[in-house]
Structures are given as structure tokens and as C-alpha cells.
């Protein structure tokens, strides 16, 4: 098993940035993938980035270029800097993992039904 917990969410005006971070503990795996996902009221859960057990990062296209995901290993903690925010990035976000690569297609944020498991989340909130 593997748990997760989000913090850093808050509420911040349009053009701000926040700093999410997750703290995994449990099992350990060699290849895995780590990511965020969220999820806005009445919408279906989307991926936001992943990074996997080599360092390549994926991206949603609408996050591109404002969003980093990292991990420190060290700390078991991945991380989501999230810069120039919009009001349509408001959401839930979620931590997720799984014990296996994040997919062979190049480029592409894996599902959320891919996912093995998830934090709790923790609400992002963007006013204009």
C-alpha cells in the first residue's frame, strides 16, 4: 500500500502561483509514475502531470509552460509549482501513483482510472 497526502492549496488571485506538494510513505517500486490530477466542480477527474521513475515529466497541453512537477526522492515528496494561475485551474487536486510505468505513449498524462492510488486532495482555488 502506499498513502498519500496533499498540502499547499489555497486561494490566490489570477496571474499568482502555488506550491503543492505530496508526501508518499508504503511500499516503494522501481519504476513507477507520480502525479497530479484534479478535478473541477462538475467535471470529469483530468491529469495534470506525471513524472516518472526516470525524470520524464508529462504534461496536460493547458498547464504547459506554467505548471513543473518534481520529486525529491530523498524526502518522498513530488511536488506541483504552479505559476501564472487561471481562474479555469480551479479545482480539487490530487496525488496519484502507480507501481508501473505512466504509459508508453510519449507525451501523454495517463487516465485517472490508471492510477493506483490517491491522496485526499486539496482544494486550488483562483479568483479573477
Known amino acids: 500500500q502506499v498513502q498519500l497526502v496533499e498540502s499547499g492549496g489555497g486561494s490566490v488571485q489570477a496571474g499568482g502561483s502555488l506550491t503543492l506538494s505530496c508526501a508518499a510513505s508504503?511500499?516503494?517500486?522501481?519504476?513507477?509514475?507520480l502525479g497530479w490530477y484534479r478535478q473541477a466542480l462538475g467535471k470529469e477527474r483530468e491529469g495534470v502531470a506525471v513524472i516518472d521513475n526516470d525524470g520524464i515529466t508529462r504534461y496536460v497541453d493547458s498547464v504547459k509552460g506554467r505548471f513543473t512537477i518534481s520529486e525529491d526522492s530523498a524526502k518522498n515528496t513530488l511536488y506541483l509549482q504552479m505559476n501564472s494561475l487561471k481562474t479555469e485551474d480551479t479545482a480539487m487536486y490530487y496525488c496519484?501513483?502507480?507501481?508501473?510505468?505512466?504509459?508508453?505513449?510519449?507525451?501523454?498524462?495517463?487516465?485517472?482510472?490508471?492510477?493506483?492510488?490517491w491522496g485526499k486532495g486539496t482544494q486550488v482555488t483562483i479568483s479573477s
Open positions: 496519484a501513483a502507480k507501481g508501473r510505468p505512466c504509459g508508453v505513449v510519449p507525451g501523454k498524462v495517463p487516465l485517472y482510472h490508471g492510477m493506483d492510488y
Open positions: 508504503g511500499n516503494t517500486f522501481s519504476k513507477y509514475c
